[in-house]
């Protein structure tokens, strides 16, 4: 037992004694470096870095050595340590712009050596790549709500800006929050602004250099600012605002959603539609005329003058001779005269001795001619009323002349009785004013009942009434001759009116104005009866 | 009214006419300067430099698209190794390789350096493009950028001569600085050595001079009128 322990101890012993000297014995020469590349941060030094191999288990050290272009001498790194660990850095008097280097990096152990491969370098000025710049800050200016960022730097470190043989292009970067960043090249060498930046938002600053178009530096550290956000605080002013004018929106919305129709009432007024006075639109529609035409015509109040056809139409006799007045049996229970004053007011009464006939009484003018009615209203007015006779009841009341008052109008009295009765009643009378010369009516009289109203028909029925003009007699004397009897009138009136006729178109004028009556006269000779007289 | 009309027309347009041709015909007599002329001349020789300056750095990022180009589609494979023999024909000019030398040296050494750089380049550049238009071998934007690489290189030549007429009127400099003689003295001396070179060294030496001529230039001018913008 105890022998078999012992063996064992033994040739582990003996092992590991083995292991030992063999191990001693594999330590081999360095392992080859690998040179990683130069960097020159101001165009007038620059430093290499390798990597080493493996060490072979020995202390390794290592060795560069390069050589320049044009000359077959082999230089060594003339300083390993300011640059840290396998570095090599090349100060000034070592460095040549525009040459060619060629570096090599040998590893040497106690073993024997290593070289790494041949590294060149074209131009120093490849391998130009400054610092970042220095003391990059960012300040937010905000004068007059427009802020904007004002960044300032420093050249990067060692660099030489002053005599010209370096031309320093700079680089900035802004991002707003996680959008794309935006580049901006500065001109000027310390400072920049930026302009377009919101209220509000955080903004990331950071800048990088570059050399005579060399490679660009790293970017430098970061700045993050974020601009005060200015519209909110004024936002509780803007909800104030808004609250105080939406409250009386909604009143007015409410006001007029309650009266709308009042307000439509005085948006859009109701256009009146056409409507006459008194007449009913029912009544139009039922479609009567007596009806239509009554409610059309009745509730005029024309003014009597110009309603001639309704208009009794008196002649009145001018004669010369008391005889026939007084012969005459109706006539001479009254006896007239008239007086025609300047203003010519003429009121006549009619009487009525049988439906057919209504004799007006003649009156005589004259001169001097006075006219005496009974029932004349005398004034100075130049009024000229023609009573109309009542046809049927020969009251008075007919007779009595409506002066129509200092309007002018000559006012003849409707008949009432036949009020509403058509054109055609037979028995309206119908007064003719032959002319009115100056101060004189000369009024011819309707001794028969004219009836028509038709022009045909009155001029039929009033044939019988002309008469004629024996003589004028100065200013205002106009002689008429005396009626025949009534059998013959018609002839005569034929006749008459013939003449009448005749001697109208030859003297016929339009109007006959004076000074203060005007008739008109009619285009077929008749005066017409109805005239208007206008009072100065 | 129209009869008016034509004969005013052809007054305002004969008038415009006039201001113009005078503005023209005073264009070149007409300077920015006004009484103070010492600081007058200063101020254009600020504004001549920074014409050339502008100018080199444009014609060097024209040489740097071309090299850029032509490694791309002709040379795939970066080989190291093989670019050991590389030669310009315009190693011979010492030139300043670094801030300190180019500080250092003279003035009319620094401007004969850049004038005789330039005056080097002049018939290579034409030779490159048309050899690049008869051979067909960049498509036709390489074609018209060595043509335009050509024409800036001969403007940027007179333009930097002008700049050194004006820096010798003004006393900047001594006269000492040859004009166009000297520069093709040293150049018949040296030969047609660049009709051997392959174009991709061409394009590869003239990336590396016009840079070095944009960098002589501002440190010229940072020398000669710092005031004004360095």
């Known amino acids: 037992m105890l022998r078999a322990r012992m063996r064992r101890r033994l040739g582990l012993a003996v ?35 390798w990597e080493p191999g493996f060490n072979g288990g020995l202390p390794t050290r290592h060795r560069l050595f390069y050589e320049k272009e044009g000359s077959e001498e082999v230089h060594e790194c003339p300083d390993y340590w300011s640059a840290g660990k396998n570095s090599c850095f090349f100060g000034k008097e070592q460095t040549s712009i525009w040459v060619e280097y060629s570096l090599t990096v040998v590893a040497f152990n106690a073993l024997g050596n290593t070289s790494s491969d041949l590294f060149k370098i074209d131009d120093v000025m490849k391998i130009v790549k400054p610092y970042t710049p220095e003391n990059v800050t960012v300040l937010v200016n905000d004068t007059a709500n427009t802020p904007y960022l004002c960044v300032s730097w420093n050249h990067p470190p060692k660099v030489d800006t002053k005599s010209g043989w370096t031309t320093i292009k700079y680089e900035l970067r802004v991002q707003k929050e996680d959008n794309k960043p935006e580049i901006f090249h500065p001109n000027k060498k310390n400072s920049f602004k930026v302009y377009n930046v919101d209220p509000g938002a955080t903004y990331t600053v950071d800048m990088r250099c570059q050399l005579d178009q060399s490679s660009w530096s790293e970017w430098s550290t970061a700045s993050v600012v974020k601009i005060p956000n200015y519209f909110q605080n004024e936002k509780p002013f803007w909800i104030l605002v808004s609250i105080f004018s939406v409250i009386p929106l909604l009143a007015t919305i409410c006001i007029v959603v309650l009266k709308r129709k009042f307000v439509k009432q005085w948006l859009l007024p ?3 539609g056409p409507k006459i006075r008194g007449v009913d639109v ?15 015509i009745g509730n005029q109040n024309f003014p009597p003058a110009a309603a001639w056809m309704d208009q009794t139409e008196e002649y009145l006799l001018v004669s010369d001779s008391n005889d026939w007045l007084l012969t005459d049996p109706y006539i001479s229970q009254k006896k007239k005269s008239l007086v025609i004053p300047a203003g010519v007011q003429l009121e006549i009464q009619c009487r009525t001795s049988a439906p057919a006939q209504s004799d007006c009484e003649n009156a005589e003018v004259g001169k001097d001619g006075k006219v005496e009615p009974d029932h004349l209203a005398q004034t100075k007015e130049s009024v000229l009323n023609v009573a109309a006779p009542s046809v049927s009841s020969g009251s008075k009341e007919a007779a009595s002349g409506n002066a129509a008052g200092p309007t002018g109008y000559v006012d003849i009295q409707q008949h009432k009785g036949t009020q509403g009765a058509g054109p055609n009643a037979a028995q309206w009378d119908y007064s003719w004013v032959k002319e009115v010369n100056g101060e004189t009516i000369f009024i011819l009289k309707n001794e028969d009942a004219a009836a028509g109203l038709d022009v045909p028909g009155w001029e039929e029925n009033t044939a019988a009434d002309y008469s004629r003009v024996k003589e004028v007699n100065g200013d205002d004397v106009v002689l008429l001759q005396k009626h025949d009897s009534a059998d013959s009138s018609c002839k005569k009136k034929e006749d008459r009116s013939a003449e009448w006729t005749n001697q109208k178109a030859k003297s016929r004028h339009g109007s006959d104005c004076g000074k203060g009556a005007c008739l008109q006269i009619a285009g077929n000779g008749y005066v017409d009866s109805v005239p208007r007289f206008y009072v100065e | 009214m129209t009869a008016h009309i034509r004969p005013v027309c052809a007054v305002w347009v004969g008038m415009v006419c006039l201001v113009f041709c005078s503005r023209l015909s005073g264009m070149k007599a007409a300077s920015i300067c006004g009484n103070a002329q010492a600081e007058c001349h200063f101020l254009s020789l600020a504004n001549l430099f920074d014409r050339v300056i502008q100018h080199s750095a444009r014609m060097h990022g024209i040489s740097n698209d071309l090299h850029s180009e032509f490694e791309l589609y002709f040379l795939p494979s970066k080989n190291q190794v093989s670019r050991v023999g590389r030669n310009c024909h315009t190693s011979n000019i010492l030139t300043p390789n670094g801030k300190e030398n180019a500080q250092r040296i003279e003035r009319e050494e620094l401007t004969e350096v850049i004038m005789k750089l330039l005056a080097a380049w002049r018939d290579p550049l034409w030779h490159f493009h048309q050899s690049v238009a008869r051979n067909h071998r960049f498509n036709g934007y390489g074609s018209n950028k060595s043509l335009e690489m050509s024409d800036m290189a001969h403007e940027l030549r007179k333009g930097v001569q002008k700049v050194v007429e004006k820096m010798q009127t003004l006393g900047v400099i001594s006269n000492s600085v040859g004009g166009l003689a000297s520069p093709e003295a040293l150049l018949a001396a040296d030969g047609s050595g660049w009709r051997f070179m392959k174009d991709s060294d061409l394009l590869y030496c003239f990336r590396r001079d016009s840079n070095k001529i944009q960098n002589y230039l501002k440190i010229l001018k940072c020398r000669i009128v710092p005031e004004h913008g360095c």
């Open chain 1, 282 to 296: 029912q009544l139009l529609k039922s479609g009567r005329a007596e009806d239509v035409i009554n409610a059309l």
């Open chain 1, 270 to 272: 109701p256009v009146p």
């Open chain 1, 15 to 49: 092992l590991l004694m083995l292991s030992a000297a063999l191990r001693c014995r594999s330590a081999s020469p360095p392992g080859k470096p690998v040179l990683i590349g130069c960097r020159s941060p101001e165009k007038e030094t620059f430093t290499c870095w």
